[in-house]
């Protein structure tokens, strides 16, 4: 029994060892071998499948020098037109150099065509047009015009010490410059350097050519749906406010129509008078638009600018803070309108502030409307004043409105412009040409300290005519006297 096993064992072992063997001498058959016992279609399906790889191996090589080639015409083309536009550029900027009168002198028709130079040191610039300050002298210099004339100063030392040069430059060698800028063309810089001690001078011209035009911004504005809510702080001025109220109806009902009248009224006595006129007016024009506010309390315009724009509850509105001695026109309500934008821009527009019409007009005084007119003769540009001014609530409130601890007006209104200034807002500072500020008598109270009693008689005068206009006053008994004597010499002969 034993034996039988053993055999079996054995014979199991060498079947194992066969078939092991067998699956061995398979696996070593060469690949020729083995495909030439395949079937005829397996062999065509390879090499179809070969043939196509190959194509889509070629199909991508093509397909990479392509974009190579490309992008090398690509970079080619960006050169060239690079090297183009830097060619108009130049030739832009050399035509703006020709055009302007940096070589030759221009032919002009007359004495006002001449555009002046403004002179510069190291600390201070020598200007025709004063400006703000009313100062001949700029000192010290503004920050962009500071920056300006830095670059050019740079620019001038940084040639002046060229490595082959013996001699070394500082800008205490500067001595004197001039420029001016053609609006159209550019700046020219004419700088000047001197040694001490040395006889020459050195002598730099420069000229920043104003590049084309670019747009930056294109929009359409729909001002049908801006309401803008006028603010009047009202005293005992009766008479000046039903003046203003007939010039509100036709600006703002007539012509406008999308305005709120807001008026904070200070005291008691002058509330029938008020009220009347604001009825009338209601009922005459049906115009429904008007808040009347009334303060128990002495008068502070700003304290009833602030009280009259808190007032409002209802969505964000544009505020136009005002004064009964203030005209203006449909156009400069648009004016307010474009110029300020909630969280970005507020309007502080530059009057026009007209003369004394008795001085001004003599016997002969024409309407208050025909008074509105800017001429040399007839007013000034008030360009110190910031009471009026237009600017959403949100941004009046936002900025912290007016400081209750300034007291003056000339004084609150200028904090509130700088608190605009130092807020990151846009302040659109510009002369509107439909604006003006009425004349009326201004009253220097004797209880005024002396400096303040001052400051309002130069305003009394600023306010009264031109200079010419007050010489003219002043000197009218000579002017007379010279009169009288050329007619008695005409007489005589």
């Excluded at 609530?393 to 300034?406: A, E, L, Q, Y």
Aim: glycine share 4%.
């Amino acid at each position: 029994m034993q034996r039988r096993w053993f055999l079996g064992k054995r014979v199991i072992s060498a079947l194992l060892f066969c078939f092991v063997l067998l699956l061995y001498r398979q696996a070593c058959r060469s690949p020729s071998q083995t495909r030439s016992r395949r079937p005829a279609g397996e062999d065509a399906f390879e090499a179809l499948l070969q043939q196509h790889e190959q194509s889509y191996l070629q199909h991508s090589r093509n397909l990479t020098r392509r974009i190579s080639q490309l992008r090398a015409e690509l970079q080619r083309s960006a050169v060239e037109l690079e090297e183009h536009n830097q060619a108009e550029l130049e030739d832009f900027l050399q035509k703006q150099l020709r055009r302007a009168e940096v070589f030759t002198g221009e032919q002009l028709p007359n004495e006002f065509t001449v555009l002046p130079f403004e002179t510069f040191t190291l600390r201070r610039v020598y200007q025709l047009e004063s400006g703000l300050a009313r100062l001949p002298v700029e000192s010290p210099v503004r920050q962009d015009r500071r920056n300006e004339l830095n670059e050019a100063l740079e620019a001038a030392l940084h040639l002046l010490n060229e490595p082959q040069l013996s001699r070394i430059y500082s800008p205490q060698h500067f001595y004197e410059g001039i420029f001016r800028t053609e609006r159209d063309k550019g700046t020219l810089y004419d700088l000047t350097f001197r040694e001490n001690g040395a006889p020459d001078f050195r002598r730099l011209v420069f000229f920043r050519p104003f590049a084309p035009l670019m747009k930056v911004k294109e929009e359409l504005m729909d001002a049908s749906q801006i309401l803008i809510n006028i603010i009047i702080p009202l005293a005992d001025t009766v008479d000046a406010f039903r003046q203003f109220m007939q010039h509100f109806s036709d600006a703002c009902i007539h012509q406008d129509g999308r305005t709120h009248l807001t008026v904070v009224l200070f005291g008691s006595e002058k509330m029938h008078e008020v009220k009347g006129i604001l009825d009338g007016m209601s009922r005459r024009m049906k115009y429904r638009n008007v808040t009347l506010i009334r303060l128990n309390e002495a008068f502070s315009r700003r304290r009833g600018l602030d009280v009259g724009a808190r007032a409002w509850k209802r969505s964000n509105v544009l505020l136009l803070f005002c004064d009964v001695n203030i005209r203006f026109n449909a156009e400069f309500l648009n004016s307010c309108r474009m110029n300020a934008e909630p969280g970005k821009k507020v309007f502080y527009p530059v009057m026009f502030s007209l003369y004394n019409p008795e001085v001004i007009y003599g016997q002969h005084i024409p309407s208050a409307e025909d008074q509105l007119l800017i001429r040399k003769d007839f007013g000034f540009w008030k360009d110190f004043d910031f009471g009026t001014t237009c600017q959403y609530r949100s941004d009046f409130i936002n900025t912290g409105g007016f400081d209750v601890s300034v007291k003056g007006r000339a004084t609150e209104d200028v904090h509130l412009y700088r608190k605009f200034l130092h807020s990151g807002l846009m302040v659109v500072r510009a002369p509107s040409r439909g604006l003006f500020h009425v004349w009326h008598p201004t009253i220097c109270h004797a209880h005024l300290s002396s400096e303040i009693f001052k400051l309002c008689l130069q305003d009394k005068a600023l306010n009264q005519a031109s200079h010419s206009q007050l010489g003219q006053i002043i000197f009218h008994q000579q002017i007379n006297n010279h009169l009288h004597k050329y007619k008695q010499r005409n007489i005589k002969s």
